[in-house]
């Protein structure tokens, strides 16, 4: 249980979360058998529910269709940060997990064999509702007072049940490890099929949606892919001293019911759009189809709007192949004086059949050029203004194989171990690692497609990491134990880690987002950066520098911990100090926002816990 799930400068009382969980436990049994000195036969079941539920505070929620249910909508201040009234949405999620599976291991002079089978199937139900099935949000810069200017809504289609089926999971695979001399060699191939559906399922009408059933949706996916590993350890002296090794590995992307629930027609799905308070009761008032905005009674604009919202699966499943990393490594490790060895290593993952979703309702002849101005810099950005015709048209959205798409990892690790004289341990190392991602195909939005312009936003940058210096991340550590005098235990940390990617971005909402008044340059300021009768999209983000360049202040912690045992006849006690963050590092974790047309940019929303002791006491006997 926790009673309140939230975020900084949100209500306690009222915006925060419950955590429920209702049904939550496991079970398993096992079977286990030498049948002879040589053969080892294993098999097992294996069952797993997680039920649990987000709920309002008490209180909060009310009854749908009343007076009390439109006010009670939950409040997001944007620019200043907080919210108050009531939380997000509630949900609940309801797993069930059965999994078979068995064995056998054969060692056969030189060579362990072992072959086996897995097999994992399960239902997964879920429900989401909202006060209002909308979310109110305001951008108060102008005022300094949160909640005081309205800017927009993010409607949901909600109340929503809806559910999915892993028909199965079904791994079939074969190991050996052979030794020859001074080299070991393991090989071995797996066979895997993953078949899931959509469960028939009926949900409520909304305040946006009506009566909403959908059938069973079969083969989401039925995929059936091979996963070869191999791997290599080599004695390269025959001394014990010094060891090579290399491993090269296929691993299919882990999927259970995540691809059919994003093609279930009862996905929760979200719509920000155009608020105006027009009868200032600060209540979001209108419903789909009316017409007149901004009026009283009318005060969302639906113009933006999809007219399959909420009612229809945004996304097509394009039949594509299952995604899969082709990891390889390779290490060496010596030791350097007797109780003192290190080990340097290489490390690349490459990811393939990644996808890419398109909007087959959208084409380039749907957009025009426009400027828009970076508000740190004041240098133009050519951006494209989707026309409102074009954004009133279905959701056609195609999830589809991209051979241009590419991801990579890359790390570099250096680590030292030195067992001490006397007794005691110590661990050093560190790690130098980046990951780049190619993501330029749009056709269907210019905004994010490379168009050879030297001021558009996609060549500007950002869409290749490959393209670009994108920095290494650098971690580092330092741990070790050490007996000290009279039976004292000393113990001790020290990490000094990059802190998550944070790069700047402007978020800009139409018709209502303007340029900063201290705006430098050309950029025109205070004027509205997005104006309602040239754009069909209702809000644009863009990056304002590459994805993965810019990170969060550095993390540099160091913990200490002091022990002793003591035997009290048939007592063992063993008492504990610690103390964490010693240098009472206060580093900031992440920001509000890094929104750059935000009054809360860069404002910190989570740091460092400070330095903490702890006293704690363990009893046996």
Known sequence: ????????????????????????????????????????????????????????????????????????????????????????????????????????????????????????????????????????????????????????????????????????????????????????????????????????????????????????????????????????????????????????????????????????????????????????????EGERGCTGYPRVGCEIDFSGLSSNFGIAALNEFGNYPRTWNLENGAELQQEVLPGFSAAISYFRGAFHNLTTTINQSWTAADYTPFTFYNPTTGAPIEVFARSVAASQRPTRNLDTFDPERRRTYDSVALNLTWRLPGGGQIFGGGTFERERQKACTAPDDPNYLATGSTTSYATRALCDDFSLDIPYKRQFKLSGTRSLFWGFELSMAFQSNQSPNSSRVMTVTRGVTRYPATCPGACPAGQVIMPTGTFGQTSLTLYLEPERSTFVERINQLDFKLSRRFQIGKVNVLPVLEVFNINNSDAIISYVTTNALSASYLAPNSIMQGRMLGLGLTTRW
């Open 1 to 284: 249980y926790r009673g309140h799930d939230m975020q900084s400068n949100e209500d306690p009382e009222e915006a925060s979360l419950q955590w429920f969980s209702p049904a939550y436990h496991t079970g398993a049994i096992k079977y286990t058998s030498t049948l002879t000195n040589a053969l080892l036969v294993e098999a097992g079941y294996s069952r797993n529910l997680e039920y649990y539920t987000n709920s309002y505070r008490p209180g909060v929620a009310r009854p749908r269709g009343s007076a009390e249910w439109f006010a009670a909508a939950s409040r997001l201040e944007s620019d200043l940060g907080g919210r108050r009234t009531a939380a997000t949405a509630e949900n609940t999620q309801s797993p069930e997990r059965h999994n078979l599976q068995a064995s056998f291991s054969y060692i056969w002079g030189d060579h362990q064999l072992k072959a086996g089978v897995q097999y994992t199937w399960g239902d997964f139900w879920h429900t989401v509702d909202a006060n209002a099935d909308l979310t109110q949000q305001y951008r108060s810069n102008a005022t300094g007072v949160r909640f005081s200017v309205p800017d927009s809504v993010v409607i949901r289609n909600t109340p929503l049940y809806y559910g999915e089926r892993l028909n199965r999971d079904l791994g079939i695979y074969a190991q050996d490890s052979w030794r020859l001399n001074r080299l070991t060699l393991n090989a071995g191939l797996r066979w895997e099929n993953i078949k899931a559906q959509v469960l028939a399922s009926e949900s409520g009408a909304g305040r946006f949606v009506p009566v909403r059933t959908t059938p069973d949706i079969p083969n989401l996916p039925d995929w059936k892919d091979f996963a070869p590993r191999f791997s290599a350890v080599l004695d390269v002296f025959g001394t014990g001293r010094t060891a090579l090794k290399y491993s090269l590995n296929r691993y299919n992307q882990i999927r259970t019911t995540g691809i059919a629930a994003n093609y279930n027609p009862f996905l929760s799905q979200t719509a920000t759009l155009p608020w105006r308070d027009a009868n200032g009761n600060d209540i979001a």
